[in-house]
């Protein structure tokens, strides 16, 4: 079982930044292919970013496509979702998530799912 604790959602100007935690438990976290999905309000959960168990590829949804990087630290068995140029469409709740598959793959569903943080870009 893998449990997955999102921190660093919060309220910020368009064209602002923040960054996001997902601290994960048990001893298998460098095993798995980490990423972000959100859902805005009256909309269905979409992909946002992923990252290979090796941290070598990367995967992103267009529209966030050289705004957003995610990282991870196996060392601390977190990811992180640095998010720059923030626009008031990004505004959703951002979940964390953890899976066997390909950083493709995991467009598709995931394992393992966060609880979800909070994210409000204003205009």
């Known amino acids: 079982q893998v449990q997955l604790v999102e921190t660093g959602g919060g309220l910020v100007q368009a064209g602002g930044e923040l960054r996001l935690s997902c601290a994960t438990s048990?001893?298998?976290?460098?095993?798995?292919?980490m990423g972000w999905f959100r859902q805005a309000p009256g909309q269905e959960r979409e992909f946002v970013a992923a990252i290979s168990w090796s941290g070598t590829t990367t995967y992103y949804a267009n529209s966030v496509k050289g705004r957003f990087t995610l990282s991870r630290d196996d060392a601390k068995n977190t990811v992180y979702l640095q998010m720059n140029s923030l626009k008031p469409e990004d505004t959703a709740v951002y979940y964390c998530a953890a899976g066997s598959r390909s950083v493709y793959g995991l467009t598709l569903g995931a394992n393992y799912w966060g609880q979800g943080t909070q994210v409000t870009v204003s205009s």
């Open positions: 048990g001893r298998t976290f460098s095993s798995y292919t």
